[in-house]
């Protein structure tokens, strides 16, 4: 896990807030852990922590309704969770920044986590999300900072896919 | 003598003022307020089932100088009903969530939901933390709910018990992305 000063999670913070977003929903999450850390503490930005993903789909569509950014932080599993909810962004075309930190692929000690990380890409893919892959940490300032850019500006659903390279491997047993 | 449902949303958008801002819920609360009356101050919704009060959540604070009330049915509340507590966890003073409650899915052929069967929509929303919940039976606690919409001091969630009927239905504006845009020129606001 990325928890030192200035690491990708830093980086991910500064793009969002460099872009303006003043709501962040989430579901904890032990690889966005940091970033949550870091909204949570910043005065300017409403963290609202969800019960399931799908909420946070709803909650950036009112927050834009209003007039303000949010971006939505999950791991995997959790956009099984958001397919209709889905629909919300894709009909009147809300601006949606998923940030997804990734289970079920490198290093994987779950199997139970392997059935949603495997299909990840393809169900953002068919619900019209643009999709930036992000394996290695020098990769993540740049690709956030367009994320947010196409986001926002263009009104689209864009979503980081965090591997789980990047982020490390779970420690089950010490 | 349950309330009947579209004398309930009428009462409650009465004269309404610009800086109240309503967010009916897919279903039979869209068409009840179609009917009260065209306002661009709505978003409509024709999906997103059990995303109305997290809509409402997300607007109420991004727009804290006005008041938000989603005004949904017992069967949508009941599809998200997580959204209570996370909405308990922030409390924004802005916002009320009101439950048009018949006990029945009205638009699917009025099965019996399970508000129903024993679910209290109102205690849920208590056991969550929400500490102002209104239970809204007649003409007189409707009365009262609607002058509390019209100066929100603290997060309200009202459940208004209404008849099971099925008047005929009230088509808004259906294409999304113009209802979003018009909602959005209608506040004046940039993002």
């Not at chain 1, 809300?94 to 169900?123: A, C, D, H, K, Y």
């Not at chain 1, 689209?156 to 047993?173: D, E, F, N, P």
């Amino acid at each position: 896990m990325s928890t030192q000063a200035g690491g990708w999670p830093d980086q991910l913070f500064e793009a969002i807030k460099r872009g303006g977003v003043r709501q962040v929903g989430y579901v904890p999450d032990a690889g966005h852990a940091r970033l949550i850390d870091r909204c949570r503490a910043d005065d300017e930005i409403s963290d609202v922590v969800l019960t399931t993903e799908e909420e946070g789909i709803a909650l950036a569509a009112g927050a834009w309704l209003g007039g303000q950014r949010a971006a939505l932080l999950m791991q995997s599993s959790g956009l099984g969770n958001c397919v209709n909810m889905l629909s919300l962004a894709r009909t009147c075309r809300f601006p949606l920044l998923m940030l997804i930190t990734m289970r079920g692929e490198w290093q994987e000690f779950n199997p139970w986590q392997v059935p949603m990380g495997s299909i990840v890409e393809p169900v953002l893919k068919l619900c019209e999300a643009e999709v930036y892959r992000i394996r290695e940490p020098d990769e993540v300032a740049g690709a956030a900072e367009r994320a947010v850019q196409q986001a926002f500006g263009d009104e689209r659903i864009v979503a980081m896919v965090l591997s789980q390279q990047l982020i490390g491997r779970k420690v089950w047993t010490k | 003598m349950k309330l009947d449902r579209r004398a309930a949303m009428a009462t409650l958008v009465k004269d309404r003022d610009d800086d109240l801002l309503v967010v009916p819920g897919l279903g039979s609360t869209t068409w009840d307020l179609a009917a009260a009356g065209d306002n661009p101050r709505n978003f409509y919704l024709w999906g997103a089932m059990g995303g109305a009060a997290m809509i409402g959540l997300g607007l109420a604070l991004a727009q804290p100088k006005r008041r938000v009330a989603v005004i949904t049915g017992d069967g949508e509340m009941l599809m998200g009903l997580g959204s209570l507590a996370t909405i308990s966890n922030k409390r924004p003073p802005n916002l009320a969530v009101v439950i048009f409650d018949n006990g029945v899915y009205g638009e699917t052929g009025m099965q019996p939901s399970h508000t129903q069967m024993g679910v209290d929509l109102l205690g849920v929303a208590g056991a969550c933390g929400i500490s102002a919940c209104l239970d809204v039976r007649d003409e007189g606690a409707l009365v009262d709910l609607a002058a509390r919409l019209k100066e929100l001091r603290e997060t309200l969630f009202a459940r208004v018990l209404i008849a099971a009927e099925e008047p005929p239905r009230v088509l808004p504006l259906r294409d999304g992305v113009a209802l979003k845009d018009r909602f959005r020129a209608a506040l004046g606001v940039k993002a």
